[in-house]
């Protein structure tokens, strides 16, 4: 309903990446997912000043400007365009429509049935919004080019049983394996003529852009939304990505994401031989993740190439019990940012 509010966290490495069990089983533990951000999605009736999809009625927005749009309806809830940040790797950000809203929910859908659903969007860029990759090989440049995906997606409700998650347990879920895949074209267009199909000259190019995603859903009768989406690797074999449903108490106590450059190592204090790292919000470029000694000895060192954010497990077995410096230090050697580490037993 608009003026709901539901708290999510995204683990980007969980510890545990082997896909969940199908069928009838006894439990899920999850409870071992941590990050240390919290992402809000906020209902919002819709309005008229922004991009809106056809048919949609309600808006989720998520974190300070990703915004979900979607058709709710008595025959279910269904996702009809989104908002988001170069969603197909061509550009800058992107507005999507879908011809047809893919459905969001479990209604309807029994145990072992699949679901099969087809829409397309129409993404418009601009000239000066096109990566040089896409535009190398054109004799003449378009003013805008226009990328068209079919997008098809198969649902399977593949299993039942109870779900652990950090600060909650849910008694009664359903698995839930959604497939996705996308089909491209590519048109240009100039001046007031028609626009053409490119699709050949871009071949290469489409090539390179992701053929689409798998995803294994976790849905309670609680709540509308999954309370646990694990975002498969391109092989469909590992976990890559776990987003987990948060109390509403718990979440109040927790801080709230902005729009900063942070560093974060957790769990802090560290009391394993592995923890993560996760950084956000940095300018495009090559960095130094190090750590030192109080004493100022460096103890770790390792480069990464960093585009607005980094996520990262690191070996700390060989360190001692005790207090160290952490810090991310740019090309220049300048120490961009930098916070504290204690190691109880690794």
């Known amino acids: 309903m608009s003026g709901d509010f539901l708290y999510y966290q995204v ?8 896909v969940p069990n199908k069928g009838k089983v006894k439990f899920w533990d999850y409870s071992f997912l941590q990050s ?3 992402k809000t999605h906020k209902f919002l009736a819709n309005s008229k000043k922004d991009f809106l999809p056809p048919k949609s009625n309600l808006t989720m927005s998520v974190g300070n400007e990703d915004k979900y749009f979607f058709q709710s309806a008595k025959t279910g809830f269904f996702l009809a365009g989104y908002s988001l940040e170069d969603p197909f ?3 800058y950000r992107a507005n999507v429509a879908y011809t047809n809203p893919l459905k969001t929910n479990l209604s309807g859908l029994k145990m072992g049935a699949v679901a099969t659903e087809v829409s397309e969007t129409y993404i418009n860029y601009g000239i000066d919004n096109i990566k040089d990759d896409f535009l190398k090989k054109l004799p003449v440049l378009p003013d805008s080019i226009r990328l068209n995906v079919l997008i098809t997606r198969r649902t399977r409700l593949d299993g039942s049983g109870r779900l652990f998650l950090p600060d909650i347990t849910l008694n ?12 491209y074209t590519i048109d240009t ?3 007031n003529l ?3 199909d490119a699709t050949d000259i871009f071949r290469e190019n489409i090539n390179n852009l992701p053929g689409g995603k798998t995803q294994i859903l976790f849905y309670n009768d609680k709540y509308t939304l999954p309370v646990l989406f694990l975002t498969l690797d391109t092989e469909s074999q590992k976990i890559s990505k776990a987003e987990y449903l948060v109390p509403a108490k718990v979440a109040l106590l927790k801080n709230k994401p902005t729009g900063n450059p942070d560093i974060t190592l957790y769990p802090n204090p560290a009391y394993t031989k592995e923890i993560k790292l996760e950084v956000t919000n940095i300018q495009p470029g090559r960095y130094t993740f190090k750590i030192y000694s109080l004493i100022g000895k460096l103890e770790k060192a390792i480069p990464y190439y960093i585009n607005n954010s980094k996520f990262d497990t690191i070996d700390i077995s060989d360190f001692k019990p005790g207090i160290y410096i952490y810090a991310l230090v740019d090309g220049s050697g300048k120490i961009m940012l930098s916070k504290r580490l204690t190691i109880i037993s690794p």
């Open 172 to 183: 009664t879920c359903y698995r839930v394996t959604r497939e996705e895949t996308y089909d």
């Open 194 to 196: 028609r626009w053409i």
């Open 89 to 91: 790797g061509l550009g």
């Open 11 to 18: 683990d980007r490495s969980p510890d545990i990446k082997d």
């Open 189 to 191: 267009k100039t001046g």
């Open 36 to 38: 240390p951000y919290l």
